[in-house]
T-cell receptor
């Protein structure tokens, strides 16, 4: 069972460069989220997709865009990377049954220099 | 705005000691969850508590949901080095039906042999 797969695991970008973080889940969940994790700040929601074809902003959406390509895939794009976007990024697939449970990928450690 | 505050933020103890981590809010949550995150990995769900006053046990870990469903605690008995990691509490956002999860800032636990 792959669960949630994120690529790449590590990336170094120069200021102003662009890149796309890929995420795919094989659990047939409708909802998928992107978080960033910074020391002392926990997980902050960047964007989420409650279902295929919909996306919405979270707490910290500035500088990011997303695409829900299909039910399995949810990508995060940085159009012009900035040092403030240095962080660890996590994709999560959300099970919404009698309660809400998150299944996370292994993360992408991004450094912008 | 619903917030979850965890305490302490950092905890360093010797193997065999007991510890308690707290997750508090001024808001009522329909459920609360605890995740553990090991270095280089994404968070993994440990438990979900749903009923006020509920106590759940997972080997040496005991989770409790407050009677008013505004707080939760995680107690570890006889901590082991394998318990080292970041512990996060989370609860579903009550506004709308988005399935969004709110996370606390996390408690970093280090258990020294």
């Amino acid at each position: 069972n792959a669960g949630v797969t994120q690529t790449p695991k590590f990336q170094v970008l120069k200021t102003g460069q662009s890149m796309t973080l890929q995420c795919a889940q094989d659990m047939n969940h409708n909802s998928m989220y992107w978080y960033r994790q910074d020391p002392g700040m926990g997980l902050r929601l960047i964007y989420y997709s409650a279902s295929e074809g919909t996306t919405d902003k979270g707490e910290v959406p500035n500088g990011y865009n997303v695409s829900r390509l299909n039910k399995r895939e949810f990508s995060l794009r940085l159009e012009s990377a900035a040092p403030s976007q240095t962080s660890v990024y996590f994709c999560a697939s959300i099970f919404r049954g009698w309660n809400t449970e998150a299944f996370f990928g292994q993360g992408t450690r991004l450094t912008v220099v | 705005t619903q917030l979850l505050e965890q305490s302490p933020q950092f905890l360093s103890i010797q193997e065999g000691e007991n510890l308690t981590v707290y997750c508090n809010s001024s808001s009522v949550f329909s459920s609360l969850q605890w995740y553990r995150q090991e270095p280089g990995e994404g968070p993994v769900l440990l438990v979900t508590v749903v009923t006020g006053g509920e106590v759940k046990k997972l080997k040496r870990l005991t989770f409790q949901f407050g009677d008013a469903r505004k707080d939760s605690s995680l107690h570890i008995t006889a901590a082991q080095p394998g318990d080292t990691g970041l512990y996060l509490c989370a609860g579903p956002n009550s506004s709308g039906n988005t399935g969004k999860l709110i996370f606390g800032q996390g408690t970093t636990l280090q258990v020294k042999p």
